[in-house]
């Protein structure tokens, strides 16, 4: 199995930056695809960004298209999210997830293993 760990939330004010970072450890060989999703209390968890581990195609949601970027880096075998002109609506636990599929998807349910989580929050 793989396992992911994020980092890198914290506390940042409306137009800050923020990078998080998604290590995996196991069965790293195995994956394909890496994506990151967020969820606020009492709401759906939803799509934010996915890359192909290997061949990089990438895709956002549309909310934070121009401001967030999706990558990687294979020797550390962690992605990553860069998070530029933060909004306070980007307040949320940002989740890493996992595919073994090559197939870059924006659905929750695709992906295999995942991470606990890390909290961003973007005040006013």
């Known amino acids: 199995q793989v396992q992911l760990v994020e980092s890198g939330g914290g506390l940042v004010q409306a137009g800050g930056s923020l990078r998080l970072s998604c290590a995996a450890s196991?069965?790293?060989?195995?994956?394909?695809?890496m994506a990151w999703f967020r969820q606020v209390p009492g709401q759906e968890r939803e799509f934010v960004a996915a890359?192909?581990?290997?061949?990089?195609?990438?895709y956002y949601a549309d909310s934070v298209k121009g401001r967030f970027t999706i990558s990687r880096d294979n020797a550390r075998i962690t992605a990553y999210l860069q998070m530029n002109g933060l909004k306070p609506e980007d307040t949320a636990v940002y989740y890493c997830?996992?595919?073994?599929?090559?197939?870059?998807?924006?659905?929750?349910?695709?992906?295999?293993?995942w991470g606990q989580g890390t909290q961003v929050t973007v005040s006013s």
């Open positions: 890359s192909s581990w290997r061949y990089g195609p990438t």
């Open positions: 997830a996992g595919s073994t599929s090559v197939v870059v998807t924006r659905v929750e349910e695709d992906y295999d293993n």
């Open positions: 196991g069965r790293t060989f195995s994956i394909a695809t």
